[in-house]
């Protein structure tokens, strides 16, 4: 009875895999593996030279970059506008902040850094007029909350900002706004104020990292993995034995892979930031990236939103350009969900979406950027999704199969070099 039950099953395992589309193309993992040894020995010997800076490029009179300032030097910073406006008020003249502009004019791609920068150009917030006068009052309070946190040394997250003065602030987008703007007027990076984001990043896998002085082994998380900090200046003495970092944008796609164990079978690291992309997760990736020279393999939806997060890794975000030399990540390479993946893989006519007025607006705008033109792959993949007018999430491949994604679709995907 108990042998007719074995068969029973192992024809039904059978049945399973033939149903599977592709699987009997998959080598060997020892095959695959192979592969991703000579991508990460390539990746440790591209990360070896050194990457260029504006200064290289004589750019830096015309652009500006943030840098990361202790405590004390923002504290100074900040004294030191405060003096300029003191000084401005007693001479008659009444105070405006010379903000650096954050508009999408002062925005400029650098092909030979592969990120976007902040231009030079800057605006003047004056108190005594109208229009700006609620602006420069938040500018003011900022500086003030910024000043108490680097007297105290703490840190807050932005929404305990906002409530120290919700009336003031009425939406905390008023004060997020207006901290990138502090950041730009003070010179340092956003993480030098000590006010941070709630945690949304999570990652598991290869990796061992000190958290603010606790040891924790990212295999042993559990499915839903360790919550990436918010404040990366406690995040140390990384250790791995992963031959690649896989970015997924989806948190659905992230627990596939962790309750699978991809991460044992094709040893990586796995990170996600749950859809739009956070600077801490950001920053965490650069980190992996620069520390451990690992290849960085990214897994998106295949629509312009999706490629739209890939490029905030890789290029940086229009609205955080200032700080882009501290949140990018170079060389990420599209691994997918592409557009021509979806009649190469035949992924069902159910499981695809019409793409909508707006998306394919937002495709054609992407065709446009230049972080877009440089990579022809992308321009081919992109033109392809904006022809046809149709779209898929990578939960699309689960039609076949629920473990279809790391069973299939992803060793398939990695054995045949398959990424731009």
């Given at each position: 009875m108990a042998d007719k039950r074995k068969r029973r099953r192992s024809e039904l395992n059978s049945e399973d895999e033939a149903q599977l589309p592709f699987k009997n193309k998959l080598k060997p993992d020892s095959f695959i593996l192979q592969i991703l040894k000579e991508l990460s020995d390539a990746s440790t010997a591209s990360s070896s030279s050194s990457s260029k800076t504006l200064d290289d490029l004589g750019l830096s009179s015309s652009c500006r970059e943030v840098t990361d300032l202790s405590l004390s030097s923002v504290q100074a910073t900040i004294e030191s506008v405060i003096l300029k406006i003191a000084r401005s008020i007693l001479s008659g003249n009444g105070f405006a902040f010379d903000v650096p502009s954050r508009s999408g004019a002062n925005q400029l791609y650098v092909p030979e850094l592969d990120?976007?920068?902040?231009?030079?150009?800057?605006?003047?917030?004056?108190?005594?007029?109208?229009?700006?006068?609620?602006?420069?009052?938040?500018?003011?309070?900022?500086?003030?909350?910024?000043?108490?946190?680097?007297?105290?040394?703490?840190?807050?997250?932005?929404?305990?900002?906002?409530?120290?003065?919700?009336?003031?602030?009425?939406?905390?987008?008023?004060?997020?706004?207006?901290?990138?703007?502090?950041?730009?007027?003070?010179?340092?990076?956003?993480?030098?104020?000590?006010?941070?984001?709630?945690?949304?990043?999570?990652?598991?896998?290869?990796?061992?990292?000190?958290?603010?002085?606790?040891?924790?082994?990212?295999?042993?998380?559990?499915?839903?993995?360790?919550?990436?900090?918010?404040?990366?200046?406690?995040?140390?003495?990384?250790?791995?034995?992963?031959?690649?970092?896989?970015?997924?944008?989806?948190?659905?796609?992230?627990?596939?892979?962790?309750?699978?164990?991809?991460?044992?079978?094709?040893?990586?690291?796995?990170?996600?930031?749950?859809?739009?992309?956070?600077?801490?997760?950001?920053?965490?990736?650069?980190?992996?990236?620069?520390?451990?020279?690992?290849?960085?393999?990214?897994?998106?939806?295949?629509?312009?939103?999706?490629?739209?997060?890939?490029?905030?890794?890789?290029?940086?975000?229009?609205?955080?350009?200032?700080?882009?030399?501290?949140?990018?990540?170079?060389?990420?390479?599209?691994?997918?969900?592409?557009?021509?993946?979806?009649?190469?893989?035949?992924?069902?006519?159910?499981c695809r979406l019409p793409m909508t007025e707006q998306d394919i607006k937002t495709g054609k705008d992407l065709l446009e950027e230049d972080f877009v033109k440089k990579n022809p792959g992308w321009v081919e993949e992109l033109s392809l999704m904006v022809k046809t007018k149709q779209k898929a999430e990578i939960q699309a491949l689960s039609s076949f199969g629920f473990q279809y994604l790391s069973e299939v679709y992803l060793p398939l995907k990695l054995q045949q070099k398959d990424w731009l």
């Open positions: 990120r976007i920068v902040l231009k030079d150009k800057t605006a003047l917030r004056p108190y005594a007029n109208i229009s700006t006068v609620r602006k420069s009052t938040i500018t003011t309070r900022i500086l003030q909350l910024v000043h108490q946190l680097c007297i105290k040394n703490i840190h807050v997250t932005k929404r305990d900002l906002f409530y120290t003065d919700v009336k003031l602030f009425q939406d905390q987008t008023q004060s997020d706004s207006v901290l990138d703007d502090v950041s730009c007027i003070l010179g340092c990076t956003r993480s030098s104020l000590n006010v941070i984001a709630a945690e949304k990043g999570v990652v598991v896998g290869r990796l061992i990292f000190s958290d603010n002085g606790d040891m924790i082994d990212c295999t042993k998380m559990g499915m839903g993995g360790k919550a990436i900090p918010p404040n990366i200046d406690r995040v140390g003495d990384m250790q791995s034995d992963a031959l690649f970092i896989l970015l997924v944008e989806k948190d659905a796609a992230y627990i596939r892979l962790a309750e699978d164990r991809f991460y044992n079978r094709f040893p990586c690291i796995i990170v996600t930031a749950k859809g739009q992309p956070d600077v801490a997760t950001r920053l965490f990736l650069r980190k992996m990236k620069m520390e451990l020279k690992l290849p960085v393999l990214a897994l998106v939806d295949s629509d312009p939103y999706g490629l739209k997060i890939l490029s905030v890794y890789g290029c940086g975000s229009k609205n955080m350009s200032y700080d882009s030399a501290n949140l990018t990540t170079p060389d990420i390479k599209w691994l997918g969900i592409r557009p021509s993946d979806l009649d190469k893989y035949k992924i069902p006519e159910q």
